[in-house]
């Protein structure tokens, strides 16, 4: 019978560290969870200093149930859960639920999985951070708050089921501000010239710098016309020769956010995939005969220090494989953010001689990709520097100074195992040999008009960025944020890039005018220093929790005194009267967007869309029982198509997704349905004839594995959107 008994929160992590431990331990998985604030609830007394009501989660009544008999017949227990707030407030819970039936509960932390690790955190229990805990549960508090109290403002204004989050609203405004500002823009119009020179058969480009001693600034053809008129016979010589060496040094190695980037950039994976295949690669994966191998050290951290031994080992690596001119001299070290909380180690490569190639044929391709990018980043930044040889020459015409510049790749350095992506940029236009006086020949002078730009809307990795220099959010949060504000539809990605949808500006509107200091950003990253007070022991978590809820509440005081002066903050700038009973017509937002509505409803239902036409939305098709149009409706159980002369025809037909019924017998298509409960699912629209009915979205996509199965979308809190085949059960992700 085992001694101890180890609890972790996920099944493949508790097969990892099995494999380290002997007869006497027996490892089992919370799954994440156990207690949490009811959902039906608010859960938080703010009359009585904030205190939480915590609930056991529906569905975890059995697991908390096997963990206590498993946790009766053991001299022990070791709760060995994520070293972040979030697995501290886990052990927190599974440990006063567990001292109920077993006194002797100990908490043990490692950054990696392997056995090592994991021996040596066996061998130093200690106790649960009860300062992380409070940092968590004064997170978990706020958050709630927000979110149960300022999402059924947004019902009132809009639609049930929008939501609002302390942070996610944060992002969403970043992202609309910079709409704004791109809406706003007024390019303006601006010219360069380029002169195509030669020398000893070789061309190279130099670029107009100075005009008559001055910095050249040409805003219009008239004037780049002239400038080219004074160089039409002047004589191009070269003025000047600089040329330097350049070091240019690795990056540390990663910490979430810039993990997150750099996937985002060089994978094109989403924050949420990124993470979701970081914890599998932490977790551990079967290597074959080795068993589950965890391949590198925890994922969710901002700091970029390794320990002695990982860098030791590195450098061992890079000295075998490289050579010795390829570990620096001196050892590197890394800037620390002021916001760092330092607790533990970057992210790395469990084992550096573990390397990509020899892993390849165990891992999936995005796990590949991404152990790839971890293993490269972190031994090239143990590397030595890349060496440049940067030319710069000064190029006299008339009363013109025009600049060449080129630069030479010397030595690769840690480019040998991390590319950059502006090495390319820079290894190209090695300028030929020049010497001050040299004459050179002119091939043709190239004038060019340009406009200057909007800032760019956001892409996944510059939003993160943003967020991390800014101080929102923590190393956890990132891709919860970005992937929540996609769910909510309040944005959508174009072209890789963020871009609100009318129902974010709207909604994000809404907050600007109802809660300005809550959701400001300096506001929201003090909120975060706060909640880092806490968990040093600086703060206490309800005077943190207090200084929030006094000013917030006052707003929501107002509000909630008078719900129609939001609304009138939101209304509809032209008037458009109703033509049935005269009424000025009232703006209001559906789930299929925003139209006007008569206030006098329900006596009378007219509604238009924005622009004072019909709002009704035509299916393109006749009614087949009397050759009206069919409209869109919405009813009890979703939308549906109706004949537009209701109440003297009442043909009705479910809508189409847009795929047909995947039975090969069935000549149907499939249709948007809800359940007597409310549950969306989908099903064909040749019921009762045809039966056929999913939970989860189909997407009409036959499985690029099996090839019988039809995917269908799904969307789990763990892994986000997805794509699932039924058939042969393959996951693929975006």
């Known amino acids: 019978m085992p001694k101890s008994l180890v609890i972790v929160e996920s099944p493949a992590k508790a097969r990892t560290i099995k494999k380290y431990l002997g007869k006497d331990y027996e490892v089992k998985a919370s799954v994440g969870h156990v207690i949490d604030l009811p959902k039906s609830e608010l859960g938080v007394d703010v009359d009585n200093g904030f205190e939480p009501k915590y609930v056991t989660i529906k569905g975890k009544g059995k697991v908390v149930k096997e963990l206590k008999s498993a ?60 300062r992380k805990v409070d940092a968590q549960q004064a997170r978990r508090i706020l958050d709630r708050l927000v979110g149960y109290m300022v999402s059924p403002i947004l019902w009132q204004v809009f639609y049930y089921g929008l939501s609002a989050g302390r942070v996610q609203s944060v992002a969403l405004r970043l992202i609309c501000e910079r709409e704004r500002e791109i809406l706003a823009f007024t390019p303006e119009e601006f010219w360069s010239i380029t002169a195509r020179l030669s020398t000893s058969g070789r061309d190279f480009d130099a670029k107009l710098r100075t005009w008559k001693g001055e910095k050249v600034d040409l805003k219009s053809k008239e004037a780049t016309d002239a400038v080219l008129a004074g160089l039409q016979n002047a004589e191009f010589s070269v003025a000047q020769v600089e040329v330097k060496e350049k070091k240019r040094n690795p990056y540390p190695p990663y910490i979430t956010s810039t993990m997150q980037q750099d996937a985002a950039r060089r994978l094109r994976f989403s924050a949420k995939k990124t993470m979701m295949l970081a914890q599998q690669l932490y977790e551990g994966v079967e290597l074959g005969e080795e068993g589950p191998v965890g391949l590198i050290t925890y994922m969710r951290t901002d700091s970029t220090r390794l320990s002695d031994q990982a860098r030791q080992e590195g450098v061992e690596y890079i000295q075998q494989s490289f050579g010795d001119d390829y570990v620096p001299e001196k050892e590197r070290k890394f800037k620390k953010k002021r916001s760092a909380q330092d607790a533990h180690e970057a992210i790395r490569p469990t084992a550096v001689d573990r390397a990509p190639d020899q892993v390849r044929r165990f891992l999936t391709a995005d796990q590949f990709a991404l152990y790839d990018l971890v293993w490269r980043r972190f031994t090239a930044s143990l590397m030595s520097s890349a060496v440049y040889r940067n030319t710069a020459a000064d190029i006299a015409a008339g009363a013109g100074i025009f600049r060449a510049t080129g630069s030479e790749l010397r030595f690769d350095g840690y480019l040998r195992v991390y590319p950059d992506v502006r090495e390319k940029e820079e290894g190209e236009g090695v300028l030929p040999a020049l010497k001050k006086g040299q004459r050179v020949d002119l091939r043709q002078l190239l004038p060019r008009q340009h406009f200057t730009e909007p800032p760019p809307r956001y892409t996944e990795a510059s939003l993160i960025r943003e967020l991390e220099e800014k101080g929102i959010g923590r190393p956890s949060t990132y891709a919860t944020i970005v992937s929540t504000i996609r769910d909510r539809e309040y944005v959508t990605k174009e072209g890789g890039r963020f871009q609100p949808t009318d129902l974010g500006m709207e909604v994000w509107q809404a907050l600007e005018k109802s809660f300005p200091a809550i959701f400001e950003v300096d506001f929201t990253a003090r909120m975060e220093t706060e909640l880092d007070k806490v968990e040093t022991g600086e703060d206490d978590w309800r005077k943190v929790v207090g200084d929030f809820y006094g000013p917030f509440s006052k707003v929501l005081g107002t509000l909630q005194k008078n719900p129609d002066a939001l609304k009138e903050l939101l209304g509809h700038d032209e008037t458009v009267t109703c033509e049935k009973c005269g009424s000025a017509m009232i703006k209001k937002w559906g789930r299929n967007g925003p139209f006007l509505a008569c206030p006098q409803y ?101 499985c690029p594995s099996c090839g019988d199965g039809n995917l269908v979308e799904k969307n789990t809190k763990a892994k986000g959107i997805f794509k699932k085949c039924p058939t042969c059960k393959e996951e693929f992700v975006d």
């Open 71 to 130: 946790g009766k017949k053991v001299e022990q227990v070791l709760i060995a859960t994520d070293l972040d707030r979030e697995g501290e407030a886990i052990a927190w819970h599974l440990a006063n639920v567990l001292r109920e039936v077993q006194p002797n509960v100990q908490r043990i932390i490692f950054n990696e999985i392997t056995k090592r690790a994991i021996q040596d955190a066996i061998g130093h229990p200690g106790e649960v951070d009860q």
């Open 602 to 702: 329900p006596k009378c239902r007219n509604t238009k869309s924005l622009d004072g036409n019909d709002a009704t939305v035509k299916l393109g098709k006749q009614c087949p029982d009397c050759g009206g149009d069919l409209v869109k409706k919405r009813g009890r159980y979703g939308e549906f198509g109706a004949c537009d002369n209701y109440p003297d025809c009442k043909y009705t037909e479910p809508l189409s997704i847009g795929v047909d019924c995947p039975r090969q017998e069935c000549s149907g298509y499939l249709t948007k349905k809800r359940s007597g409960r409310g549950r969306i699912f989908y099903g064909c629209s040749r019921y009762p004839d045809c039966d056929y009915a999913s939970w989860d979205k189909p997407t009409g996509e036959k």
